[in-house]
């Protein structure tokens, strides 16, 4: 069964640095998004991908974040200039139509 | 007010047992719904989308209501691999809203 990847499963990094979240969304799959999960809270929507653009954002999803289909498989989540309160799950889903969602294992970042 | 409001729970309930989970959303304007569940630090999974006619799969029933705006879903003859939580989620142009989950568990 085909199934969404996410890379790393685990990201350290220090505060003030870049972080790239790779994943690779289902093949014939057209709408991607990006949630993050604060440890012990919801899952909350950061943005979705449409058609080599954003689609929609989300309020947490300011300059400091950007998302990218550098080629045909991968769909990348940077955040520039990484903060404490970033740690969380970050996982990346991809739908056919926009509907139901298949979700990546999740990377969990961790800023230290 | 949240857009997406669950009960956390627990639930606690036996094997066999039939549990209901009800979900209200605040935005008249949603227009897709769906039951996911995640494990604990595992990425959430569809369960199923719900449809104001209702939908079954197996052991499981979701219902939406439009106009109380207002989701179930309904367990029946819980196992113990149902223990998890469940999340309802609204979708309102493709952007998606995530309730807090109610947490089952299910015991022996």
């Known amino acids: 069964e085909p199934e969404v990847t996410q890379t790393p499963s685990h990201q350290v990094t220090q505060m003030g640095q870049e972080v790239i979240l790779r994943c690779v969304p289902i093949?014939?799959?057209?709408?991607f998004y990006w949630y993050r999960q604060i440890l012990g809270q919801k899952v909350e929507f950061l943005v979705s991908f449409y058609n080599n653009e954003i689609s929609e954002k989300s309020e947490i999803f300011d300059d400091q974040f950007s998302v990218e289909r550098p080629d045909g498989s991968n769909f990348t989540l940077k955040i520039r200039s990484t903060k404490l309160e970033d740690s969380a799950m970050y996982f990346c889903?991809?739908?056919?139509?926009?509907?139901?969602?298949?979700f990546g294992p999740g990377t969990r970042l961790t800023v230290l | 007010r949240k857009e997406v409001e669950q009960d956390p729970g627990p639930f606690n309930v036996p094997e066999g047992a039939t549990v209901a989970f009800n979900c209200t959303y605040s935005?008249?304007?949603?227009?897709?719904f769906f039951w996911y569940r995640q494990d604990c630090r595992k990425e959430p999974k569809l369960l199923m989308s719900?449809?104001?006619s209702g939908n079954e799969d197996g052991r499981f029933t979701a219902q939406l209501n439009r106009a109380s705006q207002y989701i179930s879903l309904l367990i029946r003859d819980s196992k113990l691999s149902d223990s998890a939580t469940y999340l309802c989620?609204?979708?309102?142009?493709?952007?998606?809203?995530f309730g807090s989950g109610t947490k089952l568990n299910v015991k022996p």
């Open positions: 719900v449809y104001s």
């Open positions: 889903a991809s739908s056919e139509l926009g509907g139901k969602q298949f």
């Open positions: 989620v609204v979708n309102r142009f493709n952007k998606f809203y």
């Open positions: 935005n008249s304007a949603s227009q897709s």
């Open positions: 093949s014939n799959h057209l709408y």
